[in-house]
């Protein structure tokens, strides 16, 4: 069974930093390309960052030089390290499994509540 768990999330003042980890179970990891994605009240569901399995990335212009994305095929864990955090990087967070590269389907993460406030 895939199960795809998001963790770290939480409060945080403005200015502060979080890491997001996505721990996944039931793929090959290492073949899966991993999208870190968010969703805010009212608001569709928009791309934040994604990494291919040969660790190319790809940053939303909104988060480019404040957030990470990383990978570490050994612990089958995707982290979004997020830096200068504002208000409007408040959201729910979500983490994907992408199997395009292999022809496979590609999963979602439960996800993780991001609140940027003081």
């Known amino acids: 069974q895939v199960q795809l768990v998001e963790s770290g999330g939480g409060l945080v003042p403005p200015g502060g930093s979080l890491r997001l980890s996505c721990a996944a179970e039931?793929?090959?990891?290492?073949?899966?390309?991993m999208g870190w994605y968010r969703q805010a009240p009212g608001k569709q569901r928009e791309l934040v960052a994604f990494?291919?399995?040969?660790?190319?990335?790809v940053y939303a212009d909104s988060v480019e030089g404040r957030f990470t994305i990383s990978r570490d095929n050994a612990k089958n864990t995707s982290y979004l390290q997020m830096y200068s955090l504002k208000p409007e990087d408040t959201a729910v967070y979500y983490c994907?499994?992408?199997?395009?590269?292999?022809?496979?389907?590609?999963?979602w993460g439960q996800g993780t509540q991001v609140t940027v406030s003081s």
């Open positions: 039931g793929i090959i990891f290492r073949f899966y390309a």
């Open positions: 990494i291919t399995p040969g660790d190319s990335t």
């Open positions: 994907n499994a992408d199997g395009t590269i292999i022809g496979v389907s590609g999963y």
